[in-house]
């Protein structure tokens, strides 16, 4: 019986123990991977105060705002036509928060400005938990004489409040700006048009509008994730790997690996693996990884004429392009421009256009590019400046074509080295003078690093 009893304890205390111990690594094991559902948010209209705006230009950006919110595809949006003068927003979100936390009910009527803030308009404001309101803070436009150009500023903030309890959690501040020699109409056109892009970019930053995922299937350098269409994920968008402990209660959450994504269906996609650790494999957690949505890529370029031009036989270029990203996974357009130090030609500058195919191999990508473009040279830019002229088409007195093969290697999630060589022709179609407007050209050599926006 005695033997009995001393086993009985002992499993016991064996058990305890092992419990304990349990309880000790039990916040080392990771969490069940979590999977963005779509939101419902209301997005008011473009609001003002004190600017003489046109009716057609707060009519683009309404559209253009809604449109940003629809197309991200998170969302279920609800519209709602009432404009907050910039001056009343912060007025409203007070309000609010003081209503959530005295528990005070609205009154029937509640005006913020132009703004009638009724008991059916705040039951579906309510129902759509989440409220956008985009205002005005500043607008300017105007003819500078000293340019011979118009000008026009747009600085936009939209607010995100969170009505279950009257709390802003994000702000988003957007300064886009147009110039144009053509007419004024031209310049607010180009002021607006900056203003989805930023958006779209400040909106996927917002913590509790980022997208989450998780593995469904690894497959080689190939992984299948949860969400497609059905949620907005485009080709080219990158998910990091998220490895999720838990230590003493709290998250500890750290980047793992890097996914490109190559194809989207309408609830699945796939992407491609750039790099990873051990975390990968299903079920694990991706996040998405908000970008503007191109590659920046500044290079040093020395090119060995074809024959001396002027007596001089190469010339060493700096320049920079710009490459798509996001909606575009192997087959990217990029635009660029590079100016030469070659002071016998009177230093050509060079603007192009062009596509590259990318070869992607993990961290390394082999890619072949080709462009064509215009050119001219510090002195016809000059001239061309004197001249006084009303458009904005840029002259060129040089037109040609590069073509290059390379390769990059992704050092960090956000920056890439590479090389490229290749060759370039411009050709001068006043190349009898001579001069600043000779035909030039050869064989190059490029590096350079990729930082990704």
Known sequence: MMYRRIAAVSAAFLFFVSLAFAQQIAPQTTPAATVSEK???????????????????????????QGVFVNLGRFNVFGATERFAAKDVQTFIDTLKKMK??????????????????????????????????????????????????????????AFINVANGSTFGFANINTSGTSKETQYKSIKLAMDGLAPQLTFEIRKISAFTLNTKVL???????KMQLGR?????????????????????????????ILIKNVGAQISTGTVLYSGSTLGEGAQLREIPRLGFDLMPYLRYMSYFQPVNGSN??????????????????????????????????????YAGVEYDIILGRLTLNASGAIGGASNVLIKVLESNLD???????????????????????????KLFAEVGAEYWIGILNSLGGPWSSYGGPGVSVGAAIKF
């Open 39 to 65: 939101q419902d948010i209301a997005v008011f209209a473009l609001g003002y105060y004190g600017y003489n705006i046109p009716l057609e230009t707060l009519a683009t950006v309404d559209a253009q705002i």
């Open 314 to 351: 190469g010339a060493l270029l700096i320049g920079a392009k710009a490459v798509a990203s996001r909606f575009f996974y192997n087959i990217r357009p990029f635009a660029g421009i590079q100016a030469s130090f070659d002071s016998k030609l009177f230093f050509p500058i060079a603007a």
């Open 217 to 223: 299937q690894v497959k080689g350098g190939e992984v």
């Open 101 to 158: 936390e005295t528990n005070t009910p609205l009154p029937e009527e509640l005006k913020f400005g132009d703004v009638q803030m009724t008991s059916e308009l705040y039951n579906k404001l309510f129902g759509a938990f989440v409220v956008v309101i985009p205002t005005v803070t500043d607008f300017n436009s105007q003819y500078n004489k000293a340019k011979n150009q118009f000008e026009t500023t747009l600085k936009t903030s939209v």
């Open 230 to 258: 059905d949620m907005g994920v485009q080709v080219g968008d990158e998910y990091a790997v998220i490895e999720k402990t838990q230590i003493a209660g709290l998250s500890d959450d750290r980047e793992d690996g890097l």
């Open 389 to 415: 002229t009303q458009t904005d088409d840029a002259f060129f007195s040089h037109y040609g074509a590069i073509v290059n093969v390379g390769a990059s290697f992704l050092i960090t999630r956000d920056l």
